[in-house]
């Protein structure tokens, strides 16, 4: 027998938040999922606990689920800009994973029945939500980079170095000093994956990538294999690592300056530029997957099919 997960007699609001509260809090203990995920799930969880109060389902149903998603695909939210948005199709979907594996585990703790079981996320955008620079825009955004100073060695270095090897904005932060070495007779440095536990791949550092981090470290004086490759110069934070949102932000700003800022062109951006520009000079498909760390070669597949797209477009063989 299955108990409601808020009982149906009179309950003041305060109590329905407390008792949802609850079983997510249990439910996220017993996840085994990294922190990052977790917090996703929280988050995804919470907005849900605020829409079943705001709705007042004590006893929710498929259909109440159903509703829920549609909630999710017309939610607008302001971006760190203020700029109003909906939500994206993979963050939706992340939410309602989430909440399929709550409510599956509720039905393993025989608390209620999986409503949610089988309810699907929204279908994946075709192709890559960013686009990629061109090889003359590539130049036209390292040669914007002309002050003097830490910051611009450090910020042409890093964009240089995420354009040449396709390196993620979190593998930049986790970045030491003491993880470039020499490997097979190259220099590469090590990379923290997303999803990794440890920082057990690499990239090689061709030198047009590897000479301008040296000129930024030579610039920064005496450091410790332990300090980050990329840090902060600021008063506050200085020589602590960069964060993600403060490197997307000094990209976005370098991108700005050279006139090829646009809301498809972003951080991300560099990544796909680095596997486009190997593919289009003749790297081989594994190669790209291995360097850009691929879990599935269908994700690397894609870049080909945008190539192909282009260069062999259907469009220009019709004449009339």
Known sequence: MTKDIIPTEKTEV???KDILQNAFDKFLS???????????YQRALRIFQIWITDKNYTRPQREHILEYKTYLQEKTIADGKGEIKKLSP??????LTALRRFF???EAEKVYPNI??????LKRPKGFLKDTLTKDEVKRLLEGIREEGLNALRDLAMINLMLRTGLRTIEIVRAEIGDIGRNGGETVLKVWGKGRDVKDDFVILMTNAYEPILDYLQARGQTKTNEPLFASHSNRNKKEPLTTRSIRRIIETRLKAVGLKTSRVTAHSLRHTAGTIALMNGADILSVKEMLRHANINTTLVYTHNLNRLEKGAE????F
Not at 116 to 121: F, N
Not at 316 to 319: A, Q, R, S, V
């Open 30 to 40: 017993t996840l085994d999922a990294k922190p990052r995920t977790k917090e996703t």
């Open 90 to 95: 993979l963050t939706v979907t992340a939410y």
């Open 14 to 16: 305060l109590e329905i």
């Open 116 to 121: 949610a079981k089988d309810i699907k996320g």
């Open 316 to 319: 220009k063989f019709i004449e």
């Open 104 to 106: 599956a585990f509720l």
